[in-house]
């Protein structure tokens, strides 16, 4: 069985400062992991994802990731934040040979001015 | 243009009511899914379809049947609507590649309402 955790309900930062929003994951096999952002009333929108490589992971909107396979996480970073980042992030993994994505259960981030 | 799109966007009836929700995928992908969110926000999978052939099917109340009439349509249709089932109703879309490596594009939403 798959599944993913995110140990934070809500993440608050302010503007400018840099923000990590956690993740770990479990799966049997190899990880493929995913985070995606919804806006309020908004669909999920993709940022990024690992499937193999290079431990960081560079994606949409200035963010990055960066896979730890010893600790099994998958932290999703920001080096400076924005208002406009404030929204509810969610990681996600998907077993080799699973079609489905796991999803954890989201972080609200909220940036302050 | 839309990638994936689903209608309605909001969606209120009254319980015993039977109704379908449609989604269509423009970006030529060979799989569709359905995930429900509920009101805490957890994000489930409900079913998947490859080229019109049901390959998930997770622990779902019969109520809920899926159809895909092509490759770019899955629509979802609840009968017997139970208070239970208000949610957000997400369609997504994949191009299904060996091993799962496919980044899967959600569409905007429908919000049912049962009252």
């Known amino acids: 069985a798959q599944s993913v955790a995110q140990p934070e309900d809500q993440v608050n930062v302010a503007e400018g400062n840099p923000l990590t929003v956690k993740c770990t994951y479990s799966?049997?096999?190899?990880?493929?992991l995913f985070w995606y952002v919804q806006y309020p009333n908004r669909g999920l929108q993709f940022l990024l994802k690992y499937i193999t490589g290079d431990n960081l992971v560079k994606g949409s909107y200035g963010f990055e990731a960066e896979f730890n396979k010893s600790q099994t996480s998958f932290h999703l970073k920001k080096p400076s934040a924005l208002v406009s980042d404030s929204a509810l992030y969610f990681c996600a993994v998907r077993d080799t040979g699973r079609r489905a994505l796991t999803f954890g259960s989201g972080t609200r981030l909220q940036v302050q001015p | 243009d839309t990638a994936v799109s689903q209608t309605p966007k909001y969606l209120v009836t009254q319980m015993g009511n039977d109704k379908s929700i449609k989604c269509e995928q423009n970006?030529?992908?060979?799989?569709m899914y359905w995930y429900k969110q509920d009101s805490k926000k957890f994000l489930k999978i409900m079913f998947s379809?490859?080229?019109?052939?049901?390959?998930i099917n997770e622990t779902v109340p019969n109520r809920f049947s899926p159809k895909s009439p092509d490759k770019a349509h899955l629509n979802l249709h609840i009968n017997s609507l139970e208070l239970g089932d208000s949610a957000v109703y997400f369609c997504a879309s994949s191009q299904a590649k060996t091993g799962g490596t496919d980044t899967q594009y959600f569409g905007p939403g429908t919000r049912l309402t049962v009252l």
């Open positions: 970006l030529g992908h060979d799989t």
């Open positions: 379809y490859n080229n019109k052939e049901l390959i």
């Open positions: 799966v049997s096999g190899n990880p493929y």
